[in-house]
């Protein structure tokens, strides 16, 4: 490496990149990135399912809110969300709230967002005749949807689910601005007290984020595979 | 046990069902046929409200369906209803496709809805294949297990959609075996079909449909000896010698 790239700096930082101060401080830099995206992700999975469900039923009284709310949060930028949970949330809750769980509340109310519209054509892409045929065995409308269309419908959901969780991923890093010390703010900190390697730095933290979105990226093949049944004529 | 009394049905513009009349009894297995897009679909699709009526009086086994507090679902669950293109459940079993509404609308236990299960796939021939994929069967098994899976609720009435007009020639025999069986079993049968042995030889009565009306009711050998509509002959020739 020599005079030009010196990733000294890297290894004598090493477990501050990746846990922070940790354990005699709060969780930090990539275990506390993996710890926003993993609940985030959790969160939003049922978050998109939920509103993906709500914006296709027939009742208007439940359709238009639903349909209103993702729309508009689809049309402002994360950022701005995530600005607005860190200054709503304690003003609602009347509390303080750790940054970090308000960083968990901007990312899953986006997410879930986006995600109800990879729900929503999941659940449309399923033949009518499946509803079909389960009406006319007599089961409800909710049976026929828990049975029938999202087992189905998830499946071939997963590509485009780990599309949007990856994006989730590398959003985490938007938590910096609110000064959460995830692996980017974990990332400037070092840049600025150390001065003279953020080349180093930031090819380091492309890396790591490159290695977690693949890492990601490769589970959800192996487990798209174990899911796959046989598709039908 | 199923009475259409001036029933009619609109899809926009276009009038699907039009004045329908007709009774079908206890234990009779009528067949409806007519040239496509003459509405038998759309009739069968009724009994069952896959397709709600817009005019008229439809009973089901005593169950009004124009009435608001009729139970759909319950009525449903005691028709037994067979699509052109099976609509078995790709992600499950033959097994799980049949007991799957058993266990969840009868509340029987897995045990016994996997023993019926299995008596009525010996039944249609397929006990074999109660671990396979809708997907690793023919066309003629995927409906004989779809027929099995419809049997599995105990219906009173089966409906019978166009059974065959999705399969290959050399599969059509297996699927009117099972149904000629279950005609003889005595069970209550409507069927849309092209297939006119199968009408001759298993029904009770002929009714043929052209553009939402229903022209004629007869039995079989009348109706294939004597047509009186003329549509009705015309149909049947071009049915019977297609090449002409």
Redesign the interface.
Known sequence: MGEFLNFQVIADNFVYFMIGRFPHGPLGGLGLTIYLAVVSCILSFFGGLILGILSIVKNPVIRYPVVLFINTVRGMPLLMVIFWMYFLMPALMGKTVPESRTVIAGLTLFTSAYMSQIVRAGIEGI?K??T??G??????HW?VML??VL??GL?NMIPSFVNQFVSLIKDTSLAFIVGVSELTHVATQINNRTMAYPTEIFIFIAFVYFVLCYAFTSLSRWLERRLA????? | MIRFTGVHKWFKDLHVLNDINLHVAKGEVVVVCGPSGSGKSTLIRTV?Q?EPINQGQLVVDGMDLSDPKTDI??L??????V?Q?F?????LSVMKNIT??PV??RGTAQKEATEQAMALLERVGLAHKHDA????LS?GQQQRV?IA??L??RPKIMLFDEPTSALDPEMIGEVLAVMKDLAQSGMTMVVVTHEMGFAREVSHRITFMDHGVILEEAQPEEFFKNPRHDRAKQFLKQLLSPMH
């Open positions: 033949p005749g499946q079909e045929a009406i006319s065995t007599g089961l409800k049976q049975y029938i087992p189905q499946r049944w046989r598709k039908a004529i | 069952n896959l679902n319950k449903r669950a005691e028709i037994g209803f699509f293109q609509n078995l459940y790709p992600h799957l509404a969840k609308i994929y809708p997907s690793q066309g779809a899976r419809a599995a609720m």
